[in-house]
């Protein structure tokens, strides 16, 4: 599409109020956005330009002495998230668990488990989020269950059991009386080995996408669609912002059981996976055409409760990890079939390397080939090693976190990043086999050490357990050495942290309004060392970024497209990275290693 088409789409969501109108022509510079009124319109397209941030419940504050994270700690932080400039806090499951998968493996979708609080701990977070204006997401597993569940006890009880068909139950591949025979297709388990689990007691093999203790629903089952209804109607009476659905590419399976492909290398031999095995093309049980109209039922259901008043629409959030923007753009259903608000675009967050030329391809593809929806960018999750590991270099880290904050940020669209990645917190795996917590690695030990690294207690201070837990108390992961120079206290006093230029840029993306719902347009399409785009919306000054991913300094010239004899290519800084030189002009940006430069072009 082009840049002054979109233009158009930007002027419709002033006019649909999805931009704080105090924000248009206002100077984003270092003063906190002011508490504005909201109105109706506001609260229906609040997630449009929203900034979410996942907190990983067991590890962000513990307030009672057992080393896990609880609610409480949580509503403890809501003044700090709060001075973030944080919109929505997505929860990873604190239902019920025997916590096999940390959560992800759920025996009660109505309750909240004991080691993180009770309904009432929930309720009460319900209600100071809502008074600071921040919503809830519920993280909502609907692709299995525990094998603790009721529905689960009851389905492998007996093959006559009214339950039995709520899971996927097959017969071996020569299976007789006496033999369980060989498992009913290839398909592997993202947790290691075959995804079928052998149950003596019925004679039959269960699927399990994920671990053993993660049994998958049978979606051809209309009860289990009534079933989450229910579930997501109990949540959302109770006042929560919405849902993120997890795997939710992985509802259904080749009925025909065909076995999957191996994934080849350039010279035909297999790939082979952290656990050892060939690498499968996963084409009979992901993405397959079936799970659309789930997310349509699931969104009527969901925007039912839709209000005026806050929490106002509530989102859904689609955990997709697809192959192309084609599929992602899917995700947002056709017409008149709504499916998500924000279907993660993992497109550009797990890039996972420093590539000039591909992260501009993603980044225009998320403008021009998503149908005008609204991007959802992603860098960092609890599954998947920190920004550290997948984009840094060891010696300038800290610049890294600043650039890629800056693409997260100073795009168009909502923006979603981890607890800790605003305090620059590093991934710290464990070192013996034995200290493993997550099953992943203790599956594929020494290859895959699991997601432990990334789950590590949240460093709010440099005192004893980071601040995390009480001194004496032992975390249920170690706090990382690092700890010490990366904390929220430290942060908060330096102007020149990694939490400084946090909080700068969102109080741009919520102030300035070209930040705030303008286009971007790419510029300097040619480099290779410096990714330069441009923000424009309508009536107020554009914005120009430009973002060194080497190590040497560099000096870009940027050509605006509008500009010609009159433009006077002069721009103001908004913010850049500590110790740059203010640009003359545009013809001339210089930017460091790793540097940032942010600034208003002046007319
Ligand atoms: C994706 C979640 O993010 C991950 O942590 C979990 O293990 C799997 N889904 C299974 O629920």
Same mark, same amino acid.
């Given at each position: 599409m082009h840049w002054s088409k979109r233009i158009a789409r930007f002027a419709i969501a002033l006019a649909l109020g999805s931009i704080a109108p105090g924000a248009v022509g206002q100077n984003a510079s270092a003063k906190p956005a002011a508490q504005t009124s909201t109105t109706s319109a506001d609260e229906q397209n609040w997630w449009k330009n929203a900034v979410l941030y996942e907190v990983y419940p067991r590890s962000f504050q513990d307030t009672n002495g057992d080393g896990i994270g609880d609610l409480n700690g949580i509503t403890a932080h809501l003044d700090y998230l709060k001075e973030l400039g944080v919109d929505a806090i997505w929860l990873t499951p604190i239902y019920p668990s025997p916590q096999a998968d940390f959560g992800y493996d759920i025996s009660d979708y109505e309750n909240i488990d004991p080691q993180y609080g009770t309904l009432a701990d929930f309720d009460h977070l319900i209600a100071e989020a809502n008074k600071r204006h921040i919503r809830v997401v519920m993280d909502m597993v609907m692709n299995h269950t525990s094998d603790e569940h009721k529905w689960f006890l009851e389905s492998r009880s007996s093959r006559t059991n009214p339950y039995r068909d709520w899971y996927v139950?097959?017969?071996?591949?020569?299976?007789?009386?006496?033999?369980?025979?060989?498992? =009913?297709?290839?398909?592997?388990?993202?947790?290691?080995?075959?995804?079928?689990?052998?149950?003596?007691?019925?004679?039959?093999? /269960?699927?399990?996408?994920? /671990?053993? %203790?993660?049994?998958?629903?049978?979606?051809?089952?209309?009860?289990?669609?009534?079933?989450?209804?229910?579930?997501?109607?109990?949540?959302?009476?109770?006042?929560?912002?919405?849902?993120?659905?997890?795997?939710?590419?992985?509802?259904?399976?080749?009925?025909?059981?065909?076995?999957?492909?191996?994934?080849?290398?350039?010279?035909?031999?297999?790939?082979?996976?952290?656990?050892?095995?060939?690498?499968?093309?996963?084409?009979?049980?992901?993405?397959?055409?079936?799970?659309?109209?789930?997310?349509?039922?699931?969104?009527?259901?969901?925007?039912?409760?839709?209000?005026?008043?806050?929490?106002?629409?509530?989102?859904?959030?689609?955990?997709?990890?697809? *192959?192309?923007?084609?599929?992602? #753009?899917?995700?947002?259903? *056709?017409?008149?079939?709504?499916?998500?608000?924000? *279907?993660?675009?993992?497109?550009?967050?797990?890039?996972?390397?420093?590539?000039?030329?591909?992260?501009?391809?993603?980044?225009?593809?998320? #403008?021009? %080939?998503?149908?005008?929806?609204? =991007?959802?960018?992603?860098?960092?999750?609890?599954?998947? *090693?920190?920004?550290?590991?997948?984009?840094?270099?060891?010696?300038?880290?800290?610049?890294? #976190?600043?650039?890629?904050?800056?693409?997260?940020?100073?795009?168009?669209?909502?923006?979603?990043?981890?607890?800790?990645?605003?305090?620059?917190? %590093?991934?710290?795996?464990?070192?013996?086999?034995?200290?493993?917590?997550?099953?992943?690695?203790?599956t594929g030990w020494p290859k895959e050490k699991g997601r432990d690294g990334e789950r590590t207690p949240m460093q709010w201070d440099a005192d004893a357990n980071a601040g995390f837990a009480a001194a004496g108390v032992k975390p249920w992961l170690p706090i990382p050495p690092t700890y010490i120079t990366f904390n929220v206290k430290a942060e908060q006093q330096n102007p020149d942290s990694l939490f400084a230029w946090y909080r700068n840029l969102i109080r741009l993306k919520k102030t300035n309004a070209a930040f705030a719902q303008g286009d971007n347009t790419m510029l300097d399409t040619a480099n290779t060392k410096v990714l330069s785009w441009l923000r424009q919306a309508p009536g107020s000054p554009a914005v120009v970024i430009s973002v060194n991913f080497t190590a040497e300094p560099q000096t870009v010239s940027l050509v605006l497209p509008w500009a010609g004899p009159g433009a006077s290519g002069k721009v103001t800084t908004l913010l850049k990275t500590p110790g740059a030189p203010d640009p003359a002009s545009l013809a001339a940006i210089q930017v460091g290693p790793y540097g940032v430069y942010i600034g208003e072009v002046q007319r």
């Amino acid at each position: 599409m082009h840049w002054s088409k979109r233009i158009a789409r930007f002027a419709i969501a002033l006019a649909l109020g999805s931009i704080a109108p105090g924000a248009v022509g206002q100077n984003a510079s270092a003063k906190p956005a002011a508490q504005t009124s909201t109105t109706s319109a506001d609260e229906q397209n609040w997630w449009k330009n929203a900034v979410l941030y996942e907190v990983y419940p067991r590890s962000f504050q513990d307030t009672n002495g057992d080393g896990i994270g609880d609610l409480n700690g949580i509503t403890a932080h809501l003044d700090y998230l709060k001075e973030l400039g944080v919109d929505a806090i997505w929860l990873t499951p604190i239902y019920p668990s025997p916590q096999a998968d940390f959560g992800y493996d759920i025996s009660d979708y109505e309750n909240i488990d004991p080691q993180y609080g009770t309904l009432a701990d929930f309720d009460h977070l319900i209600a100071e989020a809502n008074k600071r204006h921040i919503r809830v997401v519920m993280d909502m597993v609907m692709n299995h269950t525990s094998d603790e569940h009721k529905w689960f006890l009851e389905s492998r009880s007996s093959r006559t059991n009214p339950y039995r068909d709520w899971y996927v139950w097959h017969d071996g591949k020569g299976e007789t009386a006496t033999s369980k025979g060989e498992p =009913p297709s290839n398909w592997q388990s993202d947790f290691g080995h075959s995804a079928w689990e052998w149950d003596e007691k019925t004679r039959q093999y /269960y699927y399990h996408r994920f /671990y053993i %203790k993660q049994p998958d629903l049978n979606w051809n089952n209309p009860k289990v669609h009534e079933a989450f209804k229910d579930i997501i109607g109990f949540w959302l009476k109770r006042g929560v912002g919405g849902f993120r659905f997890d795997a939710i590419t992985t509802l259904y399976e080749d009925p025909n059981l065909t076995d999957e492909g191996v994934v080849k290398d350039e010279n035909g031999k297999p790939i082979l996976n952290a656990f050892g095995e060939p690498e499968l093309d996963s084409t009979r049980t992901d993405n397959l055409p079936g799970v659309h109209p789930v997310i349509q039922e699931m969104r009527a259901a969901t925007d039912k409760f839709d209000s005026d008043t806050f929490p106002g629409k509530r989102v859904l959030i689609g955990e997709v990890y697809l *192959p192309n923007v084609t599929e992602l #753009e899917k995700m947002y259903g *056709p017409p008149g079939k709504p499916e998500f608000e924000l *279907p993660m675009d993992t497109q550009v967050g797990f890039i996972n390397k420093l590539d000039v030329a591909t992260f501009r391809a993603r980044l225009t593809d998320a #403008e021009d %080939k998503l149908g005008g929806h609204i =991007p959802l960018l992603v860098f960092d999750n609890h599954d998947r *090693p920190r920004i550290d590991v997948r984009y840094g270099d060891g010696a300038h880290n800290t610049d890294i #976190e600043r650039v890629i904050s800056t693409i997260l940020f100073a795009s168009r669209g909502a923006s979603l990043f981890y607890y800790g990645d605003e305090i620059g917190m %590093k991934t710290t795996p464990p070192a013996r086999r034995e200290d493993v917590k997550d099953p992943v690695g203790i599956t594929g030990w020494p290859k895959e050490k699991g997601r432990d690294g990334e789950r590590t207690p949240m460093q709010w201070d440099a005192d004893a357990n980071a601040g995390f837990a009480a001194a004496g108390v032992k975390p249920w992961l170690p706090i990382p050495p690092t700890y010490i120079t990366f904390n929220v206290k430290a942060e908060q006093q330096n102007p020149d942290s990694l939490f400084a230029w946090y909080r700068n840029l969102i109080r741009l993306k919520k102030t300035n309004a070209a930040f705030a719902q303008g286009d971007n347009t790419m510029l300097d399409t040619a480099n290779t060392k410096v990714l330069s785009w441009l923000r424009q919306a309508p009536g107020s000054p554009a914005v120009v970024i430009s973002v060194n991913f080497t190590a040497e300094p560099q000096t870009v010239s940027l050509v605006l497209p509008w500009a010609g004899p009159g433009a006077s290519g002069k721009v103001t800084t908004l913010l850049k990275t500590p110790g740059a030189p203010d640009p003359a002009s545009l013809a001339a940006i210089q930017v460091g290693p790793y540097g940032v430069y942010i600034g208003e072009v002046q007319r």
